[in-house]
């Protein structure tokens, strides 16, 4: 996607640290059949190994009016932060300390929220504007941040 000449990172305190955000994707996924590498940008099937190369996938939570779940892959230790309310247009590398977490979150994946991946390879990228296209697939865009 894109290279930073400044060694783009994650500071001693937590807080982001890069030049710029990458240039801005878009992708869709399959609810839970489909995992996505922020790396290469691929989609990638959960039912061929290797599963354990996705960094996320979307789960659907149909008691919800909205569905969309994010679940990072565990496996590999991905970690997230969950923004509640940030618009993806928002977040940059001044977004200060996010707090990350390998644990799931069953939390609805709105529009306007934004989460923070940090991949098992330690690259960091930022996906929001999830929207549901009802037919089982939902569009999200993401950039990469480190």
Same mark, same amino acid.
């Given at each position: 996607? #894109?290279?930073?000449?400044?060694?783009?990172? /994650?500071?001693?305190?937590?807080?982001?640290? #890069?030049?710029?955000? #990458?240039?801005? $994707?878009? &992708?869709?996924? =399959?609810? =839970?059949?489909?995992?996505?590498?922020? =790396?290469?940008?691929?989609?990638?099937?959960?039912?061929?190994?290797?599963? &354990? $190369?996705?960094?996320?996938? %979307? $789960?659907?939570?149909?008691?919800?009016? !909205?569905?969309?779940?994010?679940?990072?892959?565990? &496996?590999?230790? @991905?970690?997230? &932060?969950?923004?509640?309310?940030?618009?993806?247009?928002?977040?940059? #590398?001044?977004?200060?300390?996010?707090?990350? *977490?390998?644990?799931?979150?069953?939390?609805?994946?709105? %529009?306007?929220?934004?989460? /923070? /991946?940090? *991949?098992?390879?330690? !690259?960091?990228?930022?996906?929001?504007? $999830? @929207? !549901? !296209?009802?037919?089982?697939?939902?569009?999200?865009?993401?950039?990469?941040?480190?």
């Amino acid at each position: 996607m #894109c290279a930073y000449s400044d060694g783009g990172r /994650i500071g001693a305190t937590g807080q982001l640290i #890069c030049a710029s955000v #990458c240039q801005v $994707a878009q &992708a869709t996924l =399959e609810f =839970e059949s489909q995992g996505f590498d922020l =790396e290469t940008g691929s989609v990638l099937s959960l039912d061929v190994p290797p599963p &354990a $190369a996705s960094d996320f996938s %979307f $789960a659907d939570n149909s008691a919800r009016p !909205n569905p969309i779940v994010l679940f990072q892959n565990q &496996a590999t230790g @991905t970690q997230i &932060a969950f923004l509640n309310g940030t618009p993806f247009d928002s977040v940059g #590398c001044s977004v200060g300390t996010p707090t990350f *977490t390998i644990d799931l979150i069953d939390s609805p994946f709105d %529009f306007d929220d934004t989460i /923070i /991946i940090r *991949t098992a390879d330690g !690259n960091v990228f930022k996906v929001g504007k $999830a @929207t !549901n !296209n009802g037919n089982n697939t939902v569009t999200f865009s993401y950039a990469r941040l480190l």
